[in-house]
């Protein structure tokens, strides 16, 4: 019989776990890109390096390498592939994996016409593999970008699209894959033109940064 | 004491609110303009004028009179607001209202810079009388837009943004309006130029349409 309920303990478990579990009320933002140049890119700059540790670790091969479904070395276009803590790993219609990039992109503001091809390897591999892993066809797939995302390395979420939905994918936090890629084949500067909306927690410390700035 | 339990009845019911309701499969459909005009559109021409009477009836001020809460009526930029039937209109973080623009725009992809000074009337009358009537700030709310819509006449959805996130609100369902009129300024045709990413419902009559032209 399938188990209804699933139990997640997180240790060693920082602040930032807690308020990312913690109700707190949300506040929507529009950013532009000078706001972005002037508050975002110094406040992630300040993070210390340790918060993205894990990520280098599993891109140099130090960390969860028995779990790395895909490993894609190239320095432009490459990629690592694994499941997210949040799959239980049986359950095909809540796979959750998750596509690192090797090239160290702070987030989607980043993004030009120049990375197409490291999205599209992300996608056209990322589709491949789990049809003949998971059995699951690419049409099934939702494949989404945060921004902010919790960490700042870029990323794609990749879930089975019959995922219930959660506030982190909804749009405003969320960005599909396949828009993202034909957005920039269209304006390679538009996340550079763009403003950008979305709502933030008022534990973010982003919030009281780009609040003042708006 | 507040009710934790809401029953929804509708009647007369139709085979379009059965398949609503329904559990199904859904699928990725990229719908590029070319596909939107060969396909898409046709099939949006032949639906039964039925379909959107209530909307009609509302514009003309034969229906749903008491409950409308703004009836701004500019030919151009002219909108109607009123409280969606998913509200219960007492609880005000599940606060849901319909803005449905005086001016038959079938959907987001009709959209060039000429509607921005619509969409902006709709943002800043919609905030200011949500403030003034309910108490909720306007960063408090989240509007977006759906692609595709349950009807093809254009609206805008608006929630509180601590509303419980569903499929609806999804990115790649859900356009933020603030998104729409920033894309709209920066590329009056963004929404002919782009190709758009969404599910259908395997019920969902485009799917069949639109899967064989991908």
Redesign the interface.
Known sequence: MESNVRMKVIYPCTILHIRKYLKS??????ETYNMYLEKTLPFIKSLPEERTLWVTKILNKQAEQDDVIILDEDEKDGFVLLPDSKWDRTNMTNMYLLAISKCPIICIRELSSDHIPLLKNIKSKTEEIVKGKYGIE?????M?VHYHPSYYHFHVHIVH??VE???A????????L??II??LS??SN?FK?????F?LNESHPLLTLLKRQE
Chains 1, 2 share one sequence.
Do not use: E, V
């Open positions: 009320k949300a506040f929507k933002i529009t690419a049409d099934q797939l939702r989404f699209c019959d939905p959660t506030k994918m909804i749009a405003g936090h969320s960005h599909l396949d828009d034909d957005l269209i304006d538009i033109n763009r403003a950008l909306t709502y």
